[in-house]
């Protein structure tokens, strides 16, 4: 029932911007972490970008001052805004959060399917 649909991946030159969006709906009683995975071709589903509970972030160093990562609980919504992109960003980006359903719930993490970011040279 619950779902995540990432959007916003577009194709982008480098040094280029790009905000990445993701809502969740279904039964949801409360998010507690949310945050970001990447693909490129070729290579495993990287970390990315994290924001808690207590709205810390952390961040993978090769995006370190580059990407900025929000979260908006009302509207159950986590964004990765992606700045002076390089064709090294190029992936598929996904999102999760770790997502309680009920009250005194265990919290699980969901995924989305994913949306393609391609930085051109």
């Known amino acids: 029932q619950v779902q995540l649909v990432e959007s916003g991946g577009d194709l982008v030159q480098s040094g280029g911007s790009l905000t990445l969006s993701c809502e969740a709906s279904?039964?949801?009683?409360?998010?507690?972490?949310m945050g970001w995975y990447r693909q490129a071709p070729g290579n495993q589903r990287d970390f990315v970008a994290h924001i808690s509970e207590i709205n810390t972030t952390d961040f993978i160093a090769s995006v370190k001052g580059r990407f900025l990562i929000s979260r908006d609980d009302a509207k159950k919504r986590v964004y990765l805004k992606m700045n002076n992109l390089k064709p090294e960003d190029t992936a598929v980006y996904y999102c999760?959060?770790?997502?309680?359903?009920?009250?005194?719930?265990?919290?699980?993490?969901?995924w989305g399917q994913g949306t393609r970011v391609t930085v051109s040279a």
């Open positions: 279904g039964k949801i009683f409360s998010i507690k972490e």
């Open positions: 999760y959060m770790h997502i309680l359903r009920f009250r005194d719930d265990y919290d699980l993490r969901y």
